[in-house]
């Protein structure tokens, strides 16, 4: 069944939920599908979450990614990240078929639990870390390909290492859509082979215009913060996210 052809206040919360989370891709430039698919979860199951959230995830990431120039830079640094997160999300995909997502939401939630933990006892900063960046930046990336294509949610990881690293705004912004895209694109085709319907994912499309106008004025905000406040937020968001997998792993066991 189509997400239109649900009914009347499933599809209103639908909405709803696609403007949230659009308002906050645009203020944070991530986070889309890490905050729509466990409150669309609350209404609809899983796996129709995910297929309404993956259009409108890959068109935003698509335009943050080209967004505020530089992109060569950025993706001649950590050119390698997208290319694991492909090989993390073939093995999540496989995940997706075969095993109960709950218990995997639980791990994912342990993950964001402990370094939100550490983060307020001020015990997340390691700078000696940045000598490991890119084998660090290995092994975040294919487990947010593997978490991506399993459970829809990828953002955790790579956020905790771009915070690690202490990237730049910008250049966070656009690593960090470039290996969504390359996870989501990974993701509909591996879901698509599984037995989605393609019309399933087209059907999705028109969702995005409810996420734009929010995208563009989170844009905005974003834009005119400091530094400070935008790394305030990401971690603020990174505790949102441990409360909702929480909730999300309850809902589903």
Known sequence: MSWFELPWQVIGWIILVSMLAGYVQGLLGIGYPMLATPLLALAIDLQTAMVVTVPAAILLSTYLVV????????????????LCMVGGALVGAKIFFAVDASWLLLALA???????????????????????????????????GVSEASVNVS???????????????VTLIQVLNLCFLAGKMTQLIALT????????????VPLTL?????????????EGANVTTYRLWLRMFL??????????????A
């Open 155 to 169: 953002g955790p990881f790579l956020l905790i290492w771009c915070l690690l690293m202490s990237l730049a705004p």
């Open 239 to 252: 505790g949102l996210m441990a409360v909702l997998l929480v909730l999300r792993f309850l809902h589903e």
């Open 67 to 82: 967004r505020g120039g530089n992109v060569r830079a950025s993706v001649g640094r950590f050119w390698y990240m997208p």
């Open 193 to 204: 082979a599984g037995g989605v319907a393609v019309s399933a994912w087209f059907g999705a």
């Open 210 to 222: 409810a996420a734009v106008l929010p995208f563009v004025f989170g844009i905005r905000m974003r």
């Open 110 to 144: 342990a993950v964001l639990l402990l370094y939100v933990s550490l983060d307020w006892l001020g015990r997340a900063h390691y700078p000696q870390l940045i000598r490991w960046m890119h084998p660090l930046a290995v092994a975040c990336a294919f487990a947010a």
